[in-house]
């Protein structure tokens, strides 16, 4: 009956085209002189403040240039130009931001002082998703939110998560749902797994949107949490051993290795824990409850051309969970446990088809498997556990697998043929978009020190200034057993 099964799944093919699934954002900017005029051929350099990952391009005769297909995170552009003073600015990029800035070069001076400042980041007003981004340094930085059965990294910096019977909950529930690098991880056991959806050392971003998502997420809808991926663009040939041993002799133990180029870049682990205390007690005492887990994870990244990435992240976990007890239950001999394993593999595809257009091919598959075992006196001890089968003493492991094939198409054009516009003094008073009747209000920028980091963008026209994404056809193949 199985292999029926899973013959059947093989033979289906279904296709799902989702807007938002992505860890990618477009970076777009306008560079002009004192005098307001755009100034062509201005090298951008846009880097990664947190890995080498470095993109650069050049504007063009409008003083426009565009980044596309860059992942989340914090990032600095430089633009330089010669005669001009060098400008910088921070940002920090969330998945499917168009995120646009402005450049106001002044004449570079043989004697000058630099003034560096950090500028706080700003509200998106183009998005109605409330979003967290929790990057690398904070999970280094955080005490216990790197060890791998940990959700700290989560409940420290995500307003409304919290911790119960060993469910991650926000915002009141615990029906959430997982991306990796944008791609959905589908798990039909989400009330009976206790273990690791991933290890946090593996985590370059974790972006959690609470609120305001789009329908595509209405399975699930108290939370989503995207993962970006370590990549190795951090590493240079090097390895890395992490081990840590703490109370209730819990050890914490990791193996990383990464290396990059110009146009290809790995990232491997191999992790493993244990401890004296690894789920909520019923009693004061720490009885019965010792955790162990093994897991590994690998990421590929190959840029073959300039409008073509090619990225590989598999992971493969497996985790052992002793239910602890109180007295009277072990000295009846009551010995609970649970063994999960857990699989995951997805390619993605990702092409630049013009500028401010990315398509993403995402075949995926995840596995996982649960395995309550009760002992052999009485009923398990948590009835009203997640983790306790309904009223038999060793249970049928719960597992099911999905596989799918996800498609994106994200289309945000550039805003191309911009033609200043003058008032009867004289004095430009904005630039209009031939393309999409927008109006960029500039009147307040031209020679202005104090300007801010970006032009705003008021919209004369009822439609809206950004392409729709593509919608259609149907979610994934789910299967259970």
Same mark, same amino acid.
């Given at each position: ?18 807007? /938002?699934?992505?860890? &990618? ?13 755009? #100034? ?16 650069? %391009? ?6 426009? &240039?565009?980044?596309? !297909? ?19 600015? $921070?940002?920090?990029?969330?998945? *499917? ?15 000058? %002082? ?5 500028? @706080?980041?700003?509200? +998106? ?5 409330? %979003? ?11 005490? *216990? ?11 420290? =910096? ?12 926000? $915002? ?23 273990? @690791? ?26 939370? #989503?949490?995207?993962?970006?991926? $370590?990549?190795? &663009? ?7 051993? #992490? ?13 990383? &290795? *990464? ?7 790995? =990232? *491997? ?12 007690? @019923?009693?004061?005492?720490?009885? +019965? ?9 690998? /990421? ?20 052992? =969970? ?60 948590? !009835? ?23 498609? %994106? ?10 033609? !200043? ?21 500039? /009147? ?21 200034? $950004? ?6 056809? !149907? ?5 259970? /057993?």
């Amino acid at each position: 009956m199985t292999s029926h099964r899973v013959a059947r799944l093989l033979g289906i093919l279904l296709l799902a085209i989702a807007a /938002s699934a992505t860890i &990618f954002g477009t970076v777009r900017g306008l560079i002009h002189d004192p005098q307001h005029r755009p #100034v062509q051929g201005s090298r951008v350099i846009l880097r990664a403040e947190a890995s080498d990952w470095t993109q650069t %391009t050049t504007s063009d005769s409008s003083g426009e &240039f565009h980044f596309d !297909a860059v992942p989340l995170g914090a990032y600095t552009v430089t633009v330089e130009v010669p005669g001009f003073a060098p400008q910088e600015q $921070r940002l920090a990029l969330t998945s *499917g931001r168009d995120a646009r800035l402005h450049f106001s070069l002044a004449i570079a001076k043989s004697k000058e %002082t630099v003034e560096v400042v950090d500028t @706080p980041a700003t509200i +998106n007003p183009e998005s109605s998703t409330t %979003t967290s981004v929790v990057s690398r340094e904070q999970i280094s930085q955080t005490p *216990g939110a790197d060890q791998t059965n940990s959700l700290a990294m989560i409940t420290n =910096y995500v307003p409304s998560a919290y911790v119960v019977h060993d469910q991650l909950h926000i $915002r009141g529930g615990h029906q959430v749902t997982w991306l990796l690098d944008g791609v959905p991880v589908p798990n039909t056991n989400i009330a009976s797994n206790v273990g @690791p959806q991933f290890d946090p050392k593996d985590i370059d971003y974790l972006e959690v949107q609470r609120a305001g998502y789009s329908a595509e997420y209405g399975d699930r809808t108290f939370g #989503v949490f995207n993962v970006v991926t $370590r990549s190795g &663009f951090e590493r240079n040939r090097q390895a890395e051993l #992490v081990t840590s041993y703490g109370s209730f002799n819990s050890t914490n133990d990791q193996l990383s &290795f *990464g290396d990059h180029g110009e146009r290809f870049a790995y =990232y *491997g682990s191999l992790s493993g824990y244990r401890t004296d205390l690894g789920l909520e007690t @019923p009693s004061t005492r720490v009885l +019965n409850d010792q955790a162990a887990g093994l897991g590994g994870f690998a /990421s590929f990244i190959s840029n073959k051309t300039p409008a073509d990435q090619l990225r590989l992240v598999t992971s493969l976990r497996s985790d052992h =969970y002793q239910i602890p007890n109180t007295p009277d239950q072990l000295s009846s001999g009551i010995r609970d446990v649970q063994n999960e394993r857990d699989a995951f593999v997805n390619f993605s595809w990702l092409h630049t088809i013009g500028s401010g257009t990315v398509s993403t091919v995402s075949p995926f598959y995840h596995f996982n498997r649960a395995h309550y075992s009760g002992s052999s006196v009485g009923q398990p001890i948590w !009835a009203e556990s997640p983790l306790s089968p309904s009223g038999g003493e060793n249970t049928t492991p719960t597992q099911g697998f999905n596989c799918g094939l996800l498609v %994106t198409i994200s289309s945000l054009p550039l805003c191309k043929g911009t033609a !200043a516009t003058r008032n009867r003094s004289g004095r430009e008073s904005g630039e209009t978009c031939r393309r999409c009747s927008s109006k960029i209000n500039t /009147s307040s920028l031209a020679g202005s020190p104090s300007t801010p980091a970006f032009a705003s963008l008021i919209s004369e026209n009822p439609r809206s200034v $950004r392409t729709p994404p593509i919608l259609a056809s !149907a979610p994934p193949f789910a299967f259970r /057993s």
